[in-house]
C-alpha cells in the first residue's frame, strides 16, 4: 500500500507595512511636524501642524488612509496658489 499523498501548506501571506501618518509642514517646512488623524465616527480627517498650529479637514470615507489627507492638504494648497498667480497676471495686465 502506498502513502497518502499530503497536501501543500500554502505560502505566508504578505504583510503590508504599515502607511506614515507625520509629515513635513507645507507651510514651516518641518519635517515630520504634521500629523493626520482620522475620526471615523464623524467621517472627519485632519491634519495640524504641531510647530505653526496650521490645520485642514476634509471629509473621509471607509477606505481613507492618513497619507489621503495629506495628499488632499497639498492639493488644495497647490490650487489655491495657482488661483493666487492666475488673479496676479490679471491685475497686472490691467
Known sequence: MGKRKSRAKPPP?????????????PFCNHGTSVECRIDMKNL???AVCRICQESFSTTVNALTEPIDVYSEWIDECERVNTLDEEA???????
Do not use: Q, Y
Open 13 to 25: 501571506k504578505k504583510r503590508m507595512d504599515k502607511l506614515d501618518t507625520v509629515f513635513s509642514c
Open 88 to 94: 496676479a497676471k490679471d491685475d497686472e495686465e490691467d
Open 44 to 46: 472627519i480627517g485632519e
